[in-house]
């Protein structure tokens, strides 16, 4: 197929990519200059993993170029959209969808299909649905399916996600006759057929997509307050989240309680939810919990480097380590970082930073003036009165925690992502401050008793005398 997307950011310059491995032939489209030729340079605007080597593997065969716009009789049998729906003000935007819309809408061949893969409410589409059928009426030719066709990859791992999806979710805005449906199937034609193709009305499919993502900051927000709950009572979250999920209705993942979601994706969906509801004199009391929760625990976090740091920050000097939102990622949108740095220079603490991800580091630097980055992890440590993880980077979860004691003036850590093991940072000298999580506990190996189904060792906690 001969597919166009429009818009070389993360979304669309992963599904461009991914399209072009399965064999499609793929036209890249990106009106911002330096970004377009960046591209042609075979530079990639983002860090992610594989999406280099999967770029210019399409480039080279000849699957994947980039253009600055479509020009009419390119004939493409799908247009995709993946322009940005962020207003930069925490608000939703349809003016870059709706432009797109009317640029390409008219030039489109009889049997092409539109595909939004763009993140939307659902209160776009009565609007986009109109404006289609409005510019394609005037052409005087015939209508042109619209569907969408939300994404659920996720950064540091959107290449794989994207070739080997759980589920394509495609919802119809306008597809009478199911020819847009077809189309989309016949795009994912190298997915396995076992691999579930949900189709449904393009409201159902947009509130799919949100619902996920809403789902996962509630699963967070509430590990964050089962964490208090544990603090309260002297368990242990990791211990109690572990033995939680293994109900298969629950599940292990999304349960680290730490400083919290951050990225371009949850903080946003969950932020705009709450406030869409608040415009329409509906309430979401459920969201708008998970959004406090998770904006708290931020200065929670600080709270602790005070704590740690003896009790206040003014003079003191804080190294943190790791500021993208997570790690495998340069992303800095909504990093919590960045909110515990400013804090804590407000507070008068000096904040030194170090991130594995270089152009993090030089974006964070003009984000937050004041902020000093520094090129190594043991230059952000030495002499630092407390550290601060809020970023789990492997660099930093085998740091050599007996060294980092010696380079410390008080060798104190504040585990933002309960990334460590407390007792081995106790052991090496240092003070441990979590969330929700216990120190000064021994580990005890113990058999199951002639148990032929489980002769594997067990690890149970007890508490220390
Ligand atoms: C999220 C969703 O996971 C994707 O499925 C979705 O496609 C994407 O948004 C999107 O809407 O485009 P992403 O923003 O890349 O993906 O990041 P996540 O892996 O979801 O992590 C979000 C934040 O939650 C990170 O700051 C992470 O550190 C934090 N987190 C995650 C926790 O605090 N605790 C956890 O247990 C898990």
Redesign the pocket.
């Known amino acids: 197929m001969r597919i166009a997307v429009f818009g070389m950011g993360y979304v669309g310059l992963v599904s461009a990519a991914g399209l072009a491995s399965w064999g499609h032939e793929v036209i890249g489209v990106e009106v911002a200059r330096a970004r377009l030729e960046a591209l042609r340079a075979g530079r990639l605007p983002i860090y992610e993993p594989g999406l280099s080597s999967l770029v210019a593997t399409g480039v080279a065969e000849g699957h994947l170029r980039f253009v600055s716009e479509l020009k009419p009789g390119q004939g493409v049998d799908i247009a995709i959209i993946a322009v940005g729906t962020h207003d930069g003000d925490g608000g939703w935007q349809t003016q870059p969808i709706e432009s797109c819309l009317s640029a390409i809408v008219p030039n489109l061949d009889d049997g092409a299909a539109i595909v939004i893969r763009s993140?939307l409410p659902p209160a776009f589409l009565p609007a986009l649905r109109t404006l289609v059928a409005a510019k394609r009426a005037a052409t005087g030719r015939g209508p042109v399916p619209l569907m969408v066709n939300p994404?659920?990859?996720?950064?540091?791992t959107a290449v794989s996600d994207f070739l080997h999806p759980d589920r394509i979710v495609v919802g119809q805005i306008d597809d009478p006759a199911g020819l847009g449906t077809q189309c989309v199937r016949e795009m994912y034609h190298a997915i396995p057929e076992t691999t579930p193709f949900l189709v449904m009305a393009g409201e159902d499919a947009v509130l799919a997509k949100l619902g996920?993502?809403l789902f996962?900051a509630t699963k967070?927000s509430f590990?964050n307050e089962l964490a208090l709950l544990c603090e309260a009572y002297g368990a242990d979250v990791t211990s109690v989240v572990g033995a939680m999920g293994h109900d298969d209705r629950i599940g292990p993942k999304?349960?680290?309680a730490?400083i919290?979601?951050?990225?371009?994706?949850?903080p946003h969906q969950v932020t705009m939810t709450v406030r869409e509801a608040r415009l329409d004199g509906r309430s979401t009391p459920l969201f708008a919990a998970v959004e406090s929760i998770n904006d708290q625990r931020r200065y929670d976090f600080v709270d602790r480097l005070r704590d740690a740091a003896g009790g206040t920050l003014e003079g003191r000097t804080v190294a943190l380590l790791g500021l993208t939102?997570?790690p495998n990622t340069d992303d800095l949108r909504d990093a919590p970082s960045l909110t515990i740095a400013e804090a804590a220079m407000a507070a008068g603490a000096r904040v030194v930073a170090y991130d594995p991800m270089a152009p993090a580091r030089i974006r964070a630097a003009s984000l937050l003036p004041g902020l000093e980055i520094v090129d190594s992890v043991e230059a952000a440590l030495r002499d630092a009165d407390v550290a601060g993880l809020v970023t789990e980077w492997p660099e930093f979860i085998g740091l050599d925690w007996a060294e980092v004691a010696e380079w410390m003036r008080i060798p104190a850590v504040v585990d933002g992502r309960n990334a460590l093991d407390p007792d081995a940072v106790l052991a090496a000298g240092m003070s441990y401050i979590g969330f929700g999580r216990q120190v000064g506990r021994v580990a005890v190996a113990t058999t199951r008793r002639a148990a032929p189904w489980n002769d594997q060792l067990e690890w149970a906690s007890a508490a220390a005398d």
């Open positions: 993140t994404e659920f990859t996720k950064e540091g996920a993502n996962l967070i590990a999304f349960l680290k730490g919290g979601f951050g990225g371009s994706c949850l939102f997570k």
